[in-house]
DNA sequence: TAAAAAAGTTGAACCAGTTTAACTTTTTTG
DNA sequence: CAAAAAAGTTAAACTGGTTCAACTTTTTTA
């Protein structure tokens, strides 16, 4: 019944926090399905982000656009990631990033107003969303380290062995502007790459 | 009874999260009042983290040293904020960063058991701390944005708007680094500012 | 409180990464 | 599938910020 989509955000629960099958499928019914075409923006500046996206297939960017018309990707997300602007979702204020999705994707969106619901509705899960903020605070805390102490070079060095299946998925511009560079010079570090 | 320092965690408690008296007074005796000197470590690499800690008074420096001997600062906190490896504390693991008191302090210091054991507890002790992961996880979103989009001399700027009362407290080195430019280079951009 | 250590300043030489621009390859779309 | 748009490449000129080194000021400690 529940298909696919839901089997994975289950497992993804499940090896967070311990459900019985009732309380699972409560907090699953919360979740909409949504497909969203290549393109397709799921969260805009300007726009309150009113969900928490969980990636079941495809791959979405979030990035700011800077006044003079830069962009700079700050986060990507695949199978099996959550993608939304925090900032904007959690204050309830307009979103400053947008959310594109790179391709076709199926994503299962949870409302904030749902969300609330379920953390005074049970301790689980509320245990649930502690630990994903956790892990994410923990997350962003060493890409944090990274960015201040490692050279360019390296940065790109260190994606590739940490997130291969990203790398070679996601256009070269939006990678570059994620590791801190610009395309001109990811295109040299990696021609000097495959050149060893 | 408790004293100024507990009055500061309450309050710090409060805003975040409704307790009754008891409920209140059996998470603050939970902490651990300790007593810091200048230059003192509360977090070293190669040691688990194996506390979160608040900071009543004085100022602490999160750094990491990197291999040619460099230290690059990845956070400052001063009173009413809470400092630790999150890494290491949530994770139980090796710390990677050194934390140290900048100046004398006094700060209350909660374990990891003791945080467990609050979060089983009660779903509003839960709650507190899930409020202050998803603040720290939008706190580091923002920084990251910041240290991707804004050249060296905006981000001095910027934080001097934002943390006003840090600026002038800590070495310059330490903030540099955390700027992530040289000590050098922040003198030149200061005495830019002076000048005008 | 003197002397040693740590922190901050200044300027000149330098370089990692950017900018600009012209070009090639890949992807999208009518 | 042809043409247009988007993405990626290459090379030369350039620059924001670093490095190095010598010096001054502030802080620490015996």
Redesign the pocket.
């Not at 962003?140 to 102490?149: A, E, V």
């Given at each position: 019944m529940p298909g696919p989509e839901f089997e994975l955000l289950s497992k993804h629960i499940l090896k967070r926090v311990q459900l019985a099958d009732e309380e699972l499928n409560f907090m699953l019914s919360q979740f909409k399905l949504t497909r969203i075409k290549?393109?397709q923006f799921i969260v805009q500046p300007g726009f309150t982000a009113k969900h928490r996206n969980f990636v079941y297939s495809g791959a979405f960017r979030a990035y700011v656009v800077i006044d003079n018309g830069?962009d700079h990707t700050i986060q990507f997300a695949i199978e099996d990631w959550w993608i939304t602007d925090y900032n904007s979702y959690y204050n309830s204020e307009p979103a400053t990033l947008f959310v594109m999705a790179l391709e076709d994707s199926v994503i299962l969106q949870l409302s904030r107003e749902n969300e609330d619901m379920l953390k005074q509705a049970n301790h689980k899960y509320e245990t649930f969303f502690r630990i994903s903020a956790e892990r994410a605070q923990a997350f962003h805390f060493r890409q944090l380290i990274t960015n201040l102490t490692q050279?360019?070079?390296y940065?790109y060095e260190n994606f590739l062995e940490k997130y291969p299946l990203i790398a070679n998925r996601?256009?070269?511009?939006?990678?570059?502007s994620y590791l801190?560079?610009?395309?001109?010079?990811?295109?040299?570090l990696?021609?000097k790459r495959t050149a060893k």
């Amino acid at each position: 019944m529940p298909g696919p989509e839901f089997e994975l955000l289950s497992k993804h629960i499940l090896k967070r926090v311990q459900l019985a099958d009732e309380e699972l499928n409560f907090m699953l019914s919360q979740f909409k399905l949504t497909r969203i075409k290549k393109r397709q923006f799921i969260v805009q500046p300007g726009f309150t982000a009113k969900h928490r996206n969980f990636v079941y297939s495809g791959a979405f960017r979030a990035y700011v656009v800077i006044d003079n018309g830069e962009d700079h990707t700050i986060q990507f997300a695949i199978e099996d990631w959550w993608i939304t602007d925090y900032n904007s979702y959690y204050n309830s204020e307009p979103a400053t990033l947008f959310v594109m999705a790179l391709e076709d994707s199926v994503i299962l969106q949870l409302s904030r107003e749902n969300e609330d619901m379920l953390k005074q509705a049970n301790h689980k899960y509320e245990t649930f969303f502690r630990i994903s903020a956790e892990r994410a605070q923990a997350f962003h805390f060493r890409q944090l380290i990274t960015n201040l102490t490692q050279p360019a070079e390296y940065r790109y060095e260190n994606f590739l062995e940490k997130y291969p299946l990203i790398a070679n998925r996601v256009p070269q511009y939006a990678l570059a502007s994620y590791l801190g560079m610009t395309t001109e010079y990811l295109s040299k570090l990696r021609n000097k790459r495959t050149a060893k």
